[in-house]
């Protein structure tokens, strides 16, 4: 076994060879998988081999869609028989909600560029006859995908990359990981040291045990899943055309045709077994090729429904019953991307779909390991979306959730209280007693709405029942005062003589030059694609006061940890959970805060885009003038522990002026109204900062900085971010919904809502350029109807910012 390589991928199932596969694509050819025994012999294997088209995550429907298009070519690529069958799929609907998700599916098939449409039961019949379509309104029919042999894809991929220079070492187990000074990594393996500039953990079930050797630990729980074929089918025997693979919410499973025999896959939604429960759910290294006794008992009630479903299934016998384990995250999505606190470590693992998802997987991650940037949007699979709130407890709750939803419909909206709260601000309790509904992000429990009458949101992509309780929040913010609670704000302080060089070295705008300016900063990517947005308030000469994303803390705390340079004068700490924030928002802020203090808050005692430390009500406050509402407004991040008493105080000299409390969805009503671009939607690693329209926040007249030199030189490409308004009925925008004109997709929608201070349902598009000018008229589908669209010049309200300058 060589001694050094580049990249060392830990685990030889469908992700490690995928990774391998496509490092190598891109050049990386000096690259070593390690296996502890032979390749796919942990949970690949025995995995059904399903490729969908159909999942409701538009990041794992590309993964998806490239998959489908890599296994066909697979084995003309490697020579390796891959056993790829394009059967085709029916998810099917048994009520409107299913049916609405599948219509916001088809929508963003359109973009992707994956055939789906939705049919009648009628239809559903004459494609597959086999099927009854009893309680059955629709179906989302796909062409493109289909099923492969696990084992096939998997050593297809290897042998690819065998071919393209890469090295594997089988029957090699993994012992040890341990960091040099210089960011490499060794190795320990039975057979020996390897040292490595980077590590991935492509373990799958053992992904947790990798990841503890280099001193870190991850969300992933092993959960046991059954599928069993059946005896041949004799109505399958002279017929040439094979089933289209179907998907069914009431069986909560997969039914599909094996070779002439059937195939049944539960995810049963009660009575659910973690694999290696009495391990603590964890596999001993020498496991291998295992399986658990089938327990038919616990999914009986499906496969009765299975054979209901589909009944030439249960006019034979079961041939094969597997029960194997299969990694599962909270949230369902893989792990890809850099470990958080660590260089050169790297995961991708954490995946339930697998054989779906490996191909997109390792295309993806290859490109951010190599290029320091995907194609796709990564932030929903960044491995840093979790943090010590996702302990054993949190973990287990969730994927115990999420394998029993795997065929149930969410809706936009809805809430499940599994694993929660996990993170909560000493507000929590008193808002939720005031009709507070909580939705979790990066752990932290934050309001979404208030249900002043205690009822439980309907959750659709139609306007909600929440809808006009938004409004009421809008409207008191608008007219009077509102506060908010956003204490999960992720918060750093950057210190030192060396702190104002550091900041303008990572980030594209120029810091504040005036002790108490406030500045939105972007930090890039060496290619020039955007990494991350803060807000920076310049307390003194050498200290720097930094916000950003509550999702983003720990990606943009390793991004500011680890771009200091050796001997710079720069001292960093995170803050997040010592302050809490308190947003105050409306044209009577000011008089509400003037009540609290005697500190002149004019605009010329307290300008706009300022923050300072103050006294308010007795209570030490970092006071920052800035609104995300667009209104007049505060941001008050007081210590954590005087947060309850700022806001006892602040609501009670708010009584006279009609304070209200008010959500996250009113703060995005009233963002969209601005045309303030989001991280995570607008703002991705998928675009620079002038296909993203953020030019005026980019010094390129300042030394150099991170992305600079790519920035200036970036190719052309057909992408603009445009702000637009939309010709509504009782359904706005979401997010990665199709821009068409005429017959033709030209683009995609980002975000979205409807402006209740200006009577408007708005949004944000990526469209090539020469659509992107005020004026240009569009359409965009919703829910399968398509709606006229405009480009606007200018936020929708208060395009001159007078209100935030009162």
Known sequence: MQDSARVVIIGGGIMGASLLYHLAEEGWTDCLLI?????????????????????????????????????????????????????????????????????????????????????????????NPFVTTDGVIAGGRTTMDGHADPSGICNALALGARQKGAKIVRKNRVTGLNQLPNGEWEVHTEQGTVRAGMVVNAAGCYARPVAQMAGIDIPVTNMEHHYLVTDPIPEFADRDEEMPVMRCPWVSGYLRQEQKSGLIGVYENIGLAEAWAPRGGVPEWPSTSELFPDDLDRIGKWLERAVERIPVFGKVGIRRVVNGAIPHTPDGGPLLGPAGGLTNFWHCCGTSFGIAQGGGAGKYLAQWMVHGDAEINMVEFDPRRYGPFADEAYSRAKVFLDYRMT???????????????????PLYSKLKAKGAAYSETFGWERPKWFSKDGAEEQGGYHRTNAFAAVAEEVCAVASGVGVLDLSGFAKYEVKGAG????????????????????????????????????????????????????????????????????????????????????????????????????????????????????????????????????????????????????????????????????????????????????????????????????????????????????????????????????????????????????????????????????????????????????????????????????????????????????
Not at 407 to 425: A, I, Q, V
Not at 607 to 623: C, E, K
Not at 669 to 677: C, H, L, P, T, V
């Open 35 to 127: 296996e502890k025994d032979e390749l796919t012999s942990g949970s690949t294997w025995h995995a059904a081999g399903q490729c969908p088209n159909i999942t409701g995550s538009f990041g794992l429907a590309k993964m998806h869609a490239y998959s489908n298009w890599l296994y066909p070519q697979l084995e003309g690529l490697t020579g390796q028989y891959v056993s790829w069958h394009t059967s085709g799929g029916i998810r099917l609907a048994t009520n409107e909600r299913e049916l609405a998700w599948l219509r916001y599916v088809e929508g963003f098939s359109k973009i992707i560029g994956f055939d789906m449409e939705i049919i009648d039961p009628e239809e559903i019949r004459r494609i």
């Open 407 to 425: 065929f149930t419909t969410r809706l936009p909206g809805e809430e499940e209280p599994d694993g929660r709260p996990s993170k909560t601000s």
């Open 499 to 806: 702190a104002e060089a550091f900041l303008n070295r990572i980030c594209a705008n120029r810091m504040p030059k005036k002790t108490g300016g406030i500045a939105l900063v972007h930090m890039l990517s060496a290619g020039g694609r955007i990494a991350g947005e803060m807000t920076v308030t310049r307390l003194a000469d050498d200290h720097f006061y930094c916000l950003s994303a509550c999702a983003a803390e720990l990606r943009d705390w390793d991004w500011l940890t680890q771009a200091v340079q050796p001997g710079e004068a720069v001292t960093l700490s995170n803050v997040t959970l010592e302050r809490g924030v308190l947003v105050l928002n409306g044209p009577r802020s000011r008089d509400l805060l003037a009540k609290l203090t005697d500190e002149d808050l004019s605009n010329a005692g307290f300008r706009w885009l300022s923050g300072r430390d103050m006294t308010l009500a007795g209570i030490p406050v970092r006071a920052l003038r800035v609104s995300y509402a667009g209104e007049l407004g505060w941001e008050l991040h007081p210590a954590m522990g005087d947060l309850v008493r700022l806001y006892d105080a602040v609501w009670a000299a708010g009584e006279e002026f009609g304070i209200a409390d008010y959500g996250l969805y009113a703060s995005n009503a009233m963002r969209m109204e601005k045309g303030y671009k989001a991280w995570g939607s607008e703002l991705t690693n998928e675009l620079t900062m002038t296909e993203a329209d953020m030019d005026r926040f980019i010094r390129m007249d300042k030394d150099d900085f991170t992305g600079k030199a790519a920035s200036a030189n970036a190719p052309r490409r057909p992408l603009k971010i445009v702000y637009g308004e939309l010709d509504a009925t009782t359904c706005d925008v979401r997010g990665v919904e199709p821009v068409m004109l005429g017959d033709v997709c030209i683009g995609l929608t980002t975000s979205g809502g409807y402006g209740h201070r200006v009577g408007k349902s708005l949004f944000f598009a990526c469209v090539p350029p020469e659509h992107a000018a005020p004026g240009t008229r569009f359409d965009v589908v919703l829910q399968g109807e398509r709606r006229p669209a405009v480009v606007l010049a200018e936020p929708a309200y208060d395009p001159d910012n007078l209100k935030q300058k009162a």
